[in-house]
């Protein structure tokens, strides 16, 4: 299956558009060779524009998905939660067994009880920051400090987890990123995203104090500041997770690098801000075509009647568009963005999902899940995982027999052992 692959690729001429450049792409260690063809453990080292390109595959049906999600679905239920572990690794196995590399599937090796203590610590961690929350604000402000110490070192264990119980052609993913280097990427965003629970904190200690009169003042000056910092920070923590993420992934000896800044990251969340703000105006518009100055011609009510049905339709309509349009056109953006820009000067993806295409999908998506009340997701999982996994293509600049050939995993790595006892967390990734 490789070499049909490979010599479809050889003989394929490659669009510029679409050739990725992987020089200055390092992220190989030396047991691999230096920078250079010369010194490389590969027979030839292709030029970008003659990479192969390897699209990947995913076979799963919604009918086969269904008959384990319902299971997995009265299960979790039946047992308060408590299978969840085993529902999540039977639904890992199921998506990663129909995903194809090269004709080779993807496979999960995690164990249900070691993610059953990564999900109670979460749980717990969960619990007690919204308990502190009930408290005061000044107390979940608290609780939220405590759980952003934490979270980097939780983030690094549940990649490794994740990471070094995947496999593909019998070679174990890993993730190399460190405790210390987690802080350093996350500390900071982190810390800013406290500014608005802080703000809010604030505003609510003013309300209450002696000073109550002037909460009035501060409550529009809070929330200009909480919209401010949000606007801010989100894509710049965005930002810096996947930059943590991507640089450390693993096959072999093989390590991945992110080159994207933070630009263009802003640049998708603009955008999205854009399209979501879009249906507002544009009622903001029609309310004030359709009911301005009509209140004064004796008719109030039925004209504020009218208007109170318009701003509920709206505000379904708003959440049909939110989950239609909105969300999907972020995923969208930042698939193509991040993942085109991930790889190595060997190895590189690149992903061309379309826009009107997986807006289209979820449209049909969201409708046939409501006609069905809720049956249809089964289907609706398969059909989004298959089209945003067969808008990525592997680019590969070495024969990948050979480079199965050549990559080794270290015996007993320590860092992905270390993830895997220290609680078994597992995130989406």
Same mark, same amino acid.
């Given at each position: 299956?490789?070499?049909?692959?490979?010599?479809?690729?050889?003989?394929?001429?490659?669009?510029?558009?679409?050739?990725?450049?992987?020089?200055?792409?390092?992220?190989?260690?030396?047991?691999?060779?230096?920078?250079?063809?010369?010194?490389?453990?590969?027979?030839?080292?292709?030029?970008?524009?003659?990479?192969?390109?390897?699209?990947?595959?995913?076979?799963?049906?919604?009918?086969?998905?269904?008959?384990?999600?319902?299971?997995?679905?009265?299960?979790?239920?039946?047992?308060?939660?408590?299978?969840?572990?085993?529902?999540?690794?039977?639904?890992?196995?199921?998506?990663?067994?129909?995903?194809?590399?090269?004709?080779?599937?993807?496979?999960?090796?995690?164990?249900?009880?070691?993610?059953?203590?990564?999900?109670?610590?979460?749980?717990?961690?969960?619990?007690?920051?919204?308990? !502190? *929350?009930?408290?005061? %604000? /000044? #107390? $979940? +402000?608290?609780?939220?400090? @405590?759980? &952003?110490? =934490?979270?980097?070192?939780?983030?690094?264990?549940?990649?490794?987890?994740?990471?070094?119980?995947?496999?593909?052609?019998?070679?174990?993913?890993?993730?190399?990123?460190?405790?210390?280097?987690?802080?350093?990427?996350?500390?900071?965003?982190?810390?800013?995203?406290?500014?608005?629970?802080?703000?809010?904190?604030?505003?609510?200690?003013?309300?209450?104090?002696?000073?109550?009169?002037?909460?009035?003042?501060?409550?529009?000056?809070?929330?200009?500041?909480?919209?401010?910092?949000?606007?801010?920070?989100?894509?710049?923590?965005?930002?810096?997770?996947?930059?943590?993420?991507?640089?450390?992934?693993?096959?072999?000896?093989?390590?991945?690098?992110?080159?994207?800044?933070?630009?263009?990251?802003?640049?998708?969340?603009?955008?999205?801000?854009?399209? !979501? *703000?879009?249906?507002? %105006? /544009? #009622? $903001? +518009?029609?309310?004030?075509? @359709?009911? &301005?100055? =009509?209140?004064?011609?004796?008719?109030?009510?039925?004209?504020?009647?009218?208007?109170?049905?318009?701003?509920?339709?709206?505000?379904?309509?708003?959440?049909?568009?939110?989950?239609?349009?909105?969300?999907?056109?972020?995923?969208?953006?930042?698939?193509?963005?991040?993942?085109?820009?991930?790889?190595?000067?060997?190895?590189?993806?690149?992903?061309?999902?379309?826009?009107?295409?997986?807006?289209?999908?979820?449209?049909?998506?969201?409708?046939?899940?409501?006609?069905?009340?809720?049956?249809?997701?089964?289907?609706?999982?398969?059909?989004?995982?298959?089209?945003?996994?067969?808008?990525?293509?592997?680019?590969?600049?070495?024969?990948?027999?050979?480079?199965?050939?050549?990559?080794?995993?270290?015996?007993?790595?320590?860092?992905?052992?270390?993830?895997?006892?220290?609680?078994? %967390?597992?995130? $989406? +990734?």
């Amino acid at each position: 299956m490789d070499n049909a692959f490979s010599s479809a690729a050889r003989g394929a001429p490659v669009p510029s558009e679409a050739r990725i450049d992987s020089r200055g792409l390092h992220g190989v260690v030396s047991s691999i060779g230096g920078p250079g063809p010369a010194n490389s453990a590969f027979s030839r080292l292709l030029r970008p524009d003659q990479a192969h390109h390897i699209p990947l595959e995913f076979t799963g049906s919604g009918s086969e998905y269904f008959r384990l999600w319902i299971v997995n679905l009265l299960l979790t239920l039946v047992t308060l939660g408590i299978y969840y572990p085993w529902a999540k690794v039977r639904r890992l196995r199921y998506f990663y067994g129909n995903t194809l590399v090269a004709g080779h599937a993807l496979d999960f090796h995690g164990e249900p009880r070691k993610m059953l203590r990564g999900s109670a610590l979460a749980g717990l961690l969960f619990i007690v920051y919204s308990q !502190a *929350l009930e408290v005061s %604000l /000044l #107390a $979940g +402000l608290i609780g939220a400090v @405590l759980v &952003g110490a =934490l979270w980097p070192l939780l983030l690094r264990a549940a990649l490794q987890f994740r990471t070094a119980h995947t496999s593909w052609r019998g070679l174990r993913f890993g993730f190399a990123g460190s405790t210390a280097e987690a802080y350093q990427a996350l500390a900071v965003p982190l810390a800013l995203s406290l500014v608005p629970l802080a703000l809010m904190a604030y505003a609510d200690a003013v309300r209450s104090g002696p000073e109550a009169a002037s909460a009035a003042s501060v409550g529009p000056l809070v929330l200009g500041g909480v919209f401010a910092v949000f606007l801010v920070t989100l894509p710049y923590f965005h930002w810096r997770l996947k930059k943590y993420q991507h640089n450390h992934y693993r096959l072999g000896q093989l390590q991945s690098e992110l080159r994207v800044g933070p630009g263009p990251v802003y640049g998708v969340y603009l955008r999205t801000l854009g399209l !979501a *703000l879009l249906p507002a %105006l /544009l #009622a $903001g +518009l029609v309310v004030g075509l @359709l009911f &301005g100055g =009509l209140p004064g011609t004796g008719r109030g009510a039925p004209v504020l009647f009218l208007l109170l049905m318009f701003l509920g339709v709206l505000f379904v309509v708003g959440g049909l568009y939110f989950y239609i349009v909105v969300l999907p056109y972020f995923t969208v953006r930042m698939q193509n963005l991040v993942w085109t820009k991930t790889g190595n000067r060997y190895l590189r993806l690149r992903s061309e999902l379309q826009v009107g295409r997986y807006l289209a999908l979820q449209f049909k998506n969201y409708l046939l899940i409501l006609l069905t009340l809720g049956l249809y997701w089964p289907w609706a999982a398969v059909a989004n995982q298959r089209m945003r996994l067969q808008a990525v293509t592997l680019v590969s600049r070495v024969d990948l027999d050979e480079l199965v050939m050549a990559i080794r995993p270290k015996a007993g790595d320590a860092a992905a052992e270390m993830g895997d006892e220290l609680m078994g %967390l597992d995130v $989406g +990734l």
